[in-house]
């Protein structure tokens, strides 16, 4: 579904196994493999597989399995945040785990849109995206900072290396100063912090 999404997108998911058809499938997946396995029904089901997994859990494992491999150095990461905007209803469903599409601080000075906020964490030895999570779209810098702060302290600390975060000011704030002492981090410190924006 990645490759045929960086060539075909925006196509409904039965057109898929018109996109492989002529690709060189024993070399991208395995001998043996032909366009047809690539149906609408198999899919849906993978996509549900990957849901009920997690879809930020996934991607992180395939990136540190990828970046192991590759042996790329993991010692600085840098982490920011970015809004998209986005147009329509949003009704909200049943499904507890998505994010709200909700106005909020647009990045691109769209405050009349509706947005998500999508954090990104890659690595400085060729910016290979690590991490990436999904936010409400009124979620600001300094609450995505301060969990990841806190979630790579936890990490950082069973390292057999020193680690750090880059980020920009937003990572510095009095609610998480603590946290921040016992994590190797690079920011720029403002004299005086504000209170988030929503």
Known sequence: ??????????????????FFANKPLD???????????FNRFKL???????????????????????CAQAGIDQRFN??????????GEYI???DEHAIAITHGYSKDHRPDLKQAVLELMVSQDGGV???SKSWDGNTSDI???????QALMETFKNSPSPRYLVADCKLYHEDN???????????RIRRRSKSSRR
């Not at 840098?78 to 147009?87: K, V």
């Not at 609450?143 to 702060?149: G, P």
């Not at 100063?177 to 920011?187: D, E, H, M």
């Open 78 to 87: 840098h982490l920011d945040t970015t809004s998209f905007s986005l147009t």
């Open 27 to 37: 070399l991208l997946f395995r001998p043996g493999v032909c366009a047809d396995l």
């Open 44 to 66: 849906g089901r993978s996509l549900d597989d990957v849901s009920s997994y997690g879809c930020d859990l996934l991607f992180s494992e395939l990136a540190l399995a990828v």
């Open 92 to 94: 909200p469903d049943s």
């Open 177 to 187: 100063a603590a946290n921040l002492q016992s994590l190797g981090f690079i920011t």
């Open 1 to 18: 579904m990645i490759v045929n999404g960086l060539g075909f997108a925006n196509r409904p998911l039965s057109l898929t196994p018109q």
């Open 129 to 131: 995206p690590l991490l």
């Open 143 to 149: 609450e995505v900072f301060q969990e990841r702060a």
